[in-house]
């Protein structure tokens, strides 16, 4: 059984928008991570220290936003990131 994905939308203290995702991001849940990204606007930092894993749908939609967002990821998902490629294309930080 899959973890349910939670998105909550905040803000650093500069004004950066930040979009911070926990649990497991796949084909069952991508529409509302897209719809998440979709309604904010300019540069995001998205935090994914919380997120245990990430499959090829999830991958398919951050590489849609990849040139407004700085990932903040949990090493767990580096292997993923790396070899997608999508830690070239984004600012990618591991998490804690």
């Known amino acids: 059984m899959t973890t349910p994905l939670t998105l909550t939308p905040g803000r650093r203290p500069d004004g950066t ?3 911070t995702a926990v649990g497991e991001i796949d084909m069952s849940n991508t529409a509302d991570l897209a719809d998440a990204l979709d309604r904010i606007q300019g540069p995001l930092v998205l935090d994914l220290s ?4 990430l499959d090829s749908a999830g991958l398919s939609v951050l590489f849609r936003h990849a040139d407004r967002i700085e990932l903040v990821a949990n090493p767990l998902l580096d292997p993923i990131l790396a070899i997608s490629g999508l830690a070239d294309v984004t600012a990618a930080d591991s998490g804690p």
């Open 17 to 19: 928008a930040v979009l």
């Open 50 to 53: 919380a997120v245990e894993y």
